[in-house]
C-alpha cells in the first residue's frame, strides 16, 4: 500500500513558476513509476509526465515538454514537477500517482493515486 500525498499547487501568474512535489509514504517508493496527471474543469484527465523508478526514464505529454520537468528523491519518498511558463490552460488539479510498472500515459493503470493539488494560473 502506497499513499501519495501532494502539494506545491496555489495561485500563480501566467509565466511564473510553480514545483509540486508529491511525498509517498512506505519503504518502496523507489519500487514505483510515478506519474503526474491533470484534471481541468469538464475536461476528462490527462497525463503529464511520468518516471522510472530510478529516475532514468522519463515521458512528458507533447504539448508540455520543455516547460515541465519531473523529478524524483527516492531518499525522500518524494517526486517532482517543475513547471515554468505557466499559462492559464495550464489551471487544473494535477496528481500524482504509482504503478509498479511502466505505463507512463495510461491512467487506469496506476495503483495508487493523491488527492490533488490546486493550480490556478492567472492571466
Known amino acids: 500500500q502506497v499513499q501519495l500525498v501532494e502539494s506545491g499547487g496555489g495561485l500563480v501568474q501566467a509565466g511564473g513558476s510553480l514545483r509540486l512535489s508529491c511525498a509517498a509514504s512506505g519503504r518502496t517508493f523507489s519500487s514505483y513509476a510515478m506519474g503526474w496527471f491533470r484534471q481541468a474543469p469538464g475536461k476528462e484527465r490527462e497525463f503529464v509526465a511520468a518516471?522510472?523508478?530510478?529516475?532514468?526514464?522519463?515521458d512528458y505529454a507533447d504539448s508540455l515538454k520543455g516547460r515541465f520537468t519531473i523529478s524524483r528523491d527516492n531518499a525522500k519518498n518524494t517526486v517532482y514537477l517543475q513547471m515554468n511558463s505557466l499559462k492559464p490552460e495550464d489551471t487544473a488539479v494535477y496528481y500524482c500517482?504509482?504503478?509498479?510498472?511502466?505505463?507512463?500515459?495510461?491512467?487506469?493503470?496506476?495503483?495508487?493515486w493523491g488527492q490533488g493539488t490546486q493550480v490556478t494560473v492567472s492571466s
Open positions: 518516471i522510472s523508478w530510478s529516475g532514468g526514464r522519463t
Open positions: 500517482a504509482a504503478d509498479r510498472f511502466w505505463v507512463p500515459t495510461r491512467s487506469e493503470e496506476y495503483d495508487y
